[in-house]
């Protein structure tokens, strides 16, 4: 099982980055997402594609695919991510709102975590890819 970032599915769907390597790993590996993420995902994609928001849709109904909700255990955990690495802090990971999500949710599942870019990859978050 991994946990899935945003950037991840937005890399797949838009072929961006990493020599393609998002898209199967989405559709074959076991995934989950925290739904706070799922729809950063959404508001990014619907600006660019009305395919990427159809593909966002039909991957959460995916059996591989696990959406798992916010609450106060999820919350703590990203605030303690936003005191350490979050925009304008001193941390160069600079870790943005949905980012802050994405790594509390794979810190408390222990879970490595899909992503794309260099903001979670300066935090000491274990990468799925």
């Given amino acids: ?3 899935v970032d945003g950037s991840a599915v937005i890399a797949a769907i838009f072929d961006e980055g990493e020599d393609g390597a998002f898209l199967p790993i989405l559709l074959q590996r ?3 997402i925290a739904w706070p993420t799922v729809l950063d995902c959404y508001m990014a994609v619907s600006r660019r594609s009305r395919s990427g928001v159809e593909f966002v849709r039909d991957w959460l109904l995916r ?15 990203a605030v303690r991510a936003f ?6 802090g001193s941390h160069a990971a600079q870790l943005s709102f949905s980012s802050c999500i994405s790594y509390a949710f794979a810190r408390r599942e222990d879970l490595p ?6 903001e979670l990859a300066r935090t000491d978050i274990k990468p799925a890819l």
Avoid: H, Q, W
């Fill in 30 to 32: 076991p995934c989950s």
């Fill in 83 to 88: 005191n350490r690495y979050g925009k304008g």
């Fill in 113 to 118: 975590l899909l992503f794309k870019g260099e």
């Fill in 63 to 77: 059996d591989n695919v696990t959406c798992e909700p916010f609450e106060s255990t999820l919350f703590n955990e």
């Fill in 1 to 3: 099982m991994i946990a």
